[in-house]
């Protein structure tokens, strides 16, 4: 049973990272269809990320009072319907509409199965968990390029991926049972006695802040090399749009096979080991990337900042319990995503009026600086939690 629910586990990783890039790579002909600005996607996006910040925050009220199955249940039920919606839109408020239970769904399973997994699995699943995560949302937009090269609209693709989800939902649902049935009974489990704590008492945790700070940067720095990676090689470096685009993608070839191998360094390094090491591997491809060696530094620089990024996420999240004691857990893993999500919403644009304002080629120290905070937070953590 533990080894079926783990496999559960992993498809669920998989689902969640599906829709992550449809809007991206479906905008395109969904503007053009709906005959707004380019810019408007902004809207869409920014909405589901204020309903996955309010969802994370409210993941601990919900597990402890559905339980970790059904929340993941009903969380991806919620974003098979909302893709579902998407693909039957024909004007751009019903997008407006399908956006909020989408954002609302996708935090409370992010933050549910991550600490899940936390409490009942090694930390080697984590990483590969999250590499399944990157699977899954390099997948979405290759379903929707199969539905647009076969002469299909955009929402036939989305329609692909809610069918995908829909049936995700009806395997979860069967496998409810699994969630307290397949475990050894670990201490710490989500159904544990005890009221949800509010903001202001996670926040008083010692250290609490610290990972909260830790995480925002942490994402701030992933997203903005992901948004920007490709327009600094074409900007900076000088390469052509096309070539540029394909070289931007490295980042995220680094972090995926980083987090591939991250699962088997873990059977020899602990939680708080691989940190420092992916941080230090950041810090090489930061300074890789203002090497004066053209476009080969910038693009090994961008691969060397994913394969260092690709540890961190997983490895914060694993040592969670560790740190905080598994009754906050899921509390505190709630509020790591909350701060994760206002990363991704706040910094990328800020390094795009930085771009805009003063010049691109300031990404190597923009992205230095947000790293080099998340390491002092996350010193800043270990310590606290040694001495707690």
């Known amino acids: 049973m533990v080894h079926l629910l783990l496999v559960i586990i992993y498809i669920s990783f998989v689902s969640l990272g599906l829709p992550d890039a449809l809007l991206g790579a479906a905008w395109p002909s969904m503007s053009a269809q709906f005959e707004v600005p380019v810019s408007y996607a902004g809207a869409i996006s920014m909405i589901i990320a204020v309903g996955t910040v309010v969802s ?23 974003t098979a319907l909302a893709i579902f919606g998407f693909s039957l839109s024909d004007a751009y408020w019903m997008l407006l509409a399908w956006a909020v239970p989408y954002g609302l769904g996708a935090g409370s399973v992010d933050a549910s199965l991550n600490n899940y997994v936390a409490l009942h699995y090694a930390s080697r699943h984590m990483s590969w968990l999250h590499c399944m995560w990157g699977l899954g949302a390099s997948l979405g937009p290759y379903i929707l390029g199969y539905a647009l090269s076969g002469g299909l609209p955009w929402n036939i693709g989305y329609r692909y991926i809610a069918f995908l989800q829909i049936v995700l939902t009806a395997l979860l649902v069967f496998c409810i049972p699994m969630w307290k049935n397949g475990t050894c009974g670990a201490a710490g489990e989500n159904d544990a006695p005890g009221k949800p704590l509010g903001l202001r008492q996670i926040a008083a945790i010692p250290g609490a802040k610290e990972v909260m700070l830790a995480f925002f940067c942490y994402c701030a720095a992933e997203q903005t090399a992901i948004l920007w990676g490709s327009s600094y090689l074409f900007l900076h470096i000088g390469m052509d749009e096309q070539t540029a685009a394909g070289f931007g993608s490295l980042f995220l070839i680094g972090l995926t096979a980083g987090r591939g191998l991250s699962g088997f360094l873990t059977y020899k390094l602990s939680d708080i080991r691989m940190i420092r090491l992916g941080q230090g591997i950041m810090v090489l491809g930061i300074g890789v990337m203002v090497l004066p060696l053209g476009q080969w530094s910038a693009m090994i620089g961008l691969m060397i900042i994913g394969l260092g990024c690709a540890p961190i996420y997983p ?46 080629s300031l990404l190597p120290a923009y992205l230095a600086v947000i790293t080099v905070l998340m390491i002092v937070m996350c010193e800043r953590l270990n310590k606290k939690c040694a001495h707690a």
């Open 315 to 360: 490895c914060i999240i694993h040592s969670t319990p560790v740190h905080f004691g598994p009754e906050k857990s899921q509390a505190l893993i709630g509020v790591q995503m909350a701060s994760a999500y206002v990363g991704i919403v706040a910094m990328p644009p800020l390094f795009g009026i930085i771009a805009n304002h003063i010049t691109v």
């Open 56 to 78: 994370s925050l409210l993941s601990e009220r919900m597990t402890k009072w559905l339980g970790p199955g059904n929340v993941t249940a009903i969380s991806v039920a919620m």
